[in-house]
């Protein structure tokens, strides 16, 4: 089933299930997910300001984002495995907690988003910039990043480092 350039903005779906699901160019920003069910949900184009993703229903939560703007989201203390954000606005997001391992985050802006406790073994962040992970408080063993987002591991030491 796919919805297509649909508004829910704001709109409670809680308790919904959602199950194989593609939403394509919606709004979902500030949408109410108390026990919301997402399996295998697929969402590209969306604008998902402001999501409390914890409060979803978290047995079998499987969802990719494409192209999405996810800002001010939260996924605190959520198993996503595997999960990937290609292209996505993650700018002021809370990891913290969260299981994503071997997860890819492909060219995504993940300013100001907060990774504390989060388990990001094997991941990859190659393509992605503008975070600041703390390699004292995160999981990062066999994690992927470019030489230039080194700078964004080393945020809490103040260093310099010049070419």
């Known amino acids: ?25 919606c709004n979902l920003s500030l949408a109410k997910l108390n026990d919301t069910v997402f399996r295998e949900i697929r969402f590209t184009d969306c604008k998902m300001l402001g ?22 989201s939260s996924f605190f203390q959520l198993t996503l495995r595997k999960t990937v954000f290609n292209e996505c606005q993650l700018r002021e997001i809370d990891f913290s907690e969260a299981d994503l391992n071997s997860s890819k985050f492909i060219d995504c802006d993940l300013s100001q988003s907060v990774f504390q406790n989060t388990d990001l073994e094997n991941a990859d962040l190659t393509s992605s910039y503008n975070y600041s992970i703390d390699p004292e408080n995160n ?25």
Request: proline content about 0%; some cysteine; aromatic content about 20%.
């Open 1 to 25: 089933c796919i919805f297509k350039n649909c508004n829910f903005s704001e709109f409670n779906l809680s308790g919904y299930k959602f199950l194989d699901f593609d939403f394509v160019d």
């Open 139 to 163: 999981r990062l063993k066999g994690a992927k990043f470019s030489l230039s987002g080194i700078y964004g591991l080393l945020d809490k030491y103040q260093i310099k480092i010049e070419n």
């Open 51 to 72: 999501l409390q993703f914890e409060r979803c229903n978290t047995f079998g939560l499987v969802f990719s984002f494409l192209n999405c703007q996810l800002n001010h």
